[in-house]
């Protein structure tokens, strides 16, 4: 089974730097799909930011330029490096798996089988 485990998460004043990890074990990233997902306040889990499992990325209009998924040497540890925050990035972030590699489907939720508990940003204006 795949476990995923965030962490990185904090306040941050608008324009500032975060950068969220999303430990994976269980499963190589060649088996599997990664995308980050944030949801805030009453509203639905929006994907941002997606790594298929040949190492192409892909990321949301909303954060494309600001955001960028790294991994580490290993291939455990998956980075998510957000730069220039924006008060509307405020919400609970979430890594999540699939191994249902349909690339059409990466932005939705329900095609991800694994997630992990989620960590809070908090931008400041």
């Known amino acids: 089974e795949v476990r995923l485990v965030e962490s990185g998460g904090g306040l941050v004043q608008a324009g500032g730097s975060l950068r969220l990890s999303c430990a994976i074990s269980?499963?190589?990233?060649?088996?599997?799909?990664i995308g980050w997902f944030r949801q805030a306040p009453g509203e639905e889990r929006d994907g941002i930011a997606y790594?298929?499992?040949?190492?192409?990325?892909y990321y949301a209009r909303s954060v494309k330029g600001r955001f960028i998924i790294s991994t580490d040497n290993a291939k455990t540890t998956m980075y998510l490096q957000m730069d220039n925050l924006k008060p509307e990035d405020t919400a609970i972030y979430y890594c999540?798996?699939?191994?249902?590699?349909?690339?059409?489907?990466?932005?939705?939720?329900?095609?991800?089988?694994?997630w992990g508990q989620g960590t809070q940003v908090t931008v400041s204006s």
């Open positions: 269980g499963s190589s990233l060649e088996s599997v799909g």
């Open positions: 790594r298929h499992n040949d190492g192409t990325t």
């Open positions: 999540g798996a699939r191994r249902r590699l349909l690339l059409n489907l990466r932005w939705l939720a329900n095609s991800y089988e694994y």
